[in-house]
């Protein structure tokens, strides 16, 4: 915890040295992006992304789940599509999953996802994009051609990042 304490107390300058922008310029906020991407911690969007504070507005669960939109009780993770899509009118939404996912390791070993750790996740990131692509506030937006939703994949013993490529039926490299 020591480090973290540290590192935080020191944020501000090495902020300043690299040259970022802490303080958004006026009030709005207006990010590039939303990333929805697993909390598994060797996953980095800024780092990925190489994103400045403010160019991503990321949503994070457990395995990078988007649960199904459900109108009686949003979920706090429909509330953040929502408010990124109407409030925040992203343009772009990734949908980022990864390899060596506990999540997709367990749907494996329940018979629920298809063999084969790579094939898995990526069927996985492309579950949770589907799923997406059906909540109200995304759906007509995708059909005006206002949003765009994109699948990655994050390789994480190798680093690279792969893009679902829908005329090649696979995941290429970015």
């Not at 300058?13 to 697993?38: D, E």
């Not at 979920?75 to 772009?92: F, R």
């Not at 018979?111 to 069927?123: F, I, L, M, N």
């Amino acid at each position: 915890m020591q480090y973290l304490i540290d590192q935080a107390r020191v944020f501000r300058a090495r902020a300043a040295v690299h040259g970022l922008a802490l303080g958004l310029q006026g009030s709005a906020h207006r990010p590039r992006a939303m990333f929805v991407c697993c909390s598994d911690a060797r996953i980095v969007p800024a780092l990925l992304t190489d994103s400045r504070p403010g160019d991503l507005f990321e949503l994070r669960t457990y395995g990078g789940r988007i649960p199904p939109f459900e109108t009686e009780e949003p979920t706090g993770e429909s509330l953040t599509i929502e408010h990124a899509v109407i409030g925040l009118e992203v343009t772009d939404i990734v949908v980022c999953g990864h390899s060596d996912c506990g999540v997709v390791a367990e749907a494996v070993a329940d018979d629920t996802g298809p063999a084969g750790p790579s094939a898995a996740g990526q069927w996985h990131t492309l579950t949770q994009l589907d799923r997406l692509s059906v909540y109200p506030c995304v759906a007509p937006r995708l059909a005006a051609r206002s949003l765009r939703l994109h699948a990655w994949f994050y390789e994480t013993d190798t680093g690279a990042v792969l893009q679902y490529a829908p005329r090649a039926s696979a995941f290429l490299p970015l």
